[in-house]
């Protein structure tokens, strides 16, 4: 196979090692993907969200299998719920359930409740990180960007949910930090059809202005042709 899926995958150019290159796997957890989990509870549907765990679970075995760094992420709060902000409370409470509040999977995204865990198909494995934020972007507040710089890693292939929300804070705040971004498009999804297809109108226009879109299949071609 050519060096061009490598080139195709990563635009950028440049020497294209796997050691440079990280698998995030964005806030798969049991609120945003379970039933009875909290998007459940808003009454929402999770069909969306859950449609994406066997190709995630699939491209996290390709990962692993090239010996990809993996990054997992959880959103969620301390329990006295310090490092959270009263604005996203409020907002979040304008659904009817709002981070913090007791419902039926333990509270809202809190450290430690039962709705925060990641869900049991795609639990990390020793040697993984795990990244646990309180913002929608795995940047704010969190080590991650001392933790790519420190292993040599400048490329991210990007899956979990919810596209419109934490995946593109991710991907954006990504490119700010100099990090080359490509989102599996069949790895991600919002609990709205439509706003994960505005979300990747809008990252491909003017060729990606954040970062590139791929899927699967590319994204196990361009391992094929990378550097060991």
Do not use: Y
Request: hydrophobic share 40%; with cysteine.
């Amino acid at each position: 196979m050519s060096k061009e899926s490598t080139a195709t995958f990563w635009p950028l150019g440049g020497t294209v090692s796997k050691a440079g290159i990280a698998l995030i796997i964005i806030d798969m957890q049991i609120d945003f993907c379970a039933a009875g989990g909290w998007v459940d509870q808003l009454g929402e549907d999770v069909s969306n969200t859950r449609s994406v765990i066997t190709p995630i679970a699939e491209a996290l075995a390709r990962a692993r299998a090239a010996g990809l760094t993996v990054i997992h992420t959880r959103e969620g709060h301390h329990p006295d719920l310090s490092d959270l902000h009263t604005n996203k409370q409020w907002r979040t409470r304008r659904h009817g359930l709002g981070i913090g509040d007791m419902g039926k999977t333990g509270r809202i995204l809190v450290h430690g409740e039962p709705g925060w865990q990641i869900i049991p198909e795609l639990t990390p494995i020793d040697g993984e990180i795990v990244i646990d934020k309180p913002g929608k972007s795995s940047f704010h507040r969190t080590d991650l960007a001392e933790q790519l710089e420190s292993r040599g890693i400048s490329r991210l292939v990007v899956t979990g949910v919810t596209s419109d929300c934490c995946v593109q804070s991710t991907i954006r705040d990504g490119f700010e930090h100099g990090i080359e971004c490509v989102l599996l498009e069949d790895c991600t999804a919002a609990v709205e059809t439509r706003n994960h297809e505005a979300t990747l109108e809008i990252l491909r226009a003017f060729g990606g202005r954040w970062g590139g879109v791929a899927d699967r299949s590319a994204f196990a071609a361009m391992l094929e042709t990378a550097d060991d």
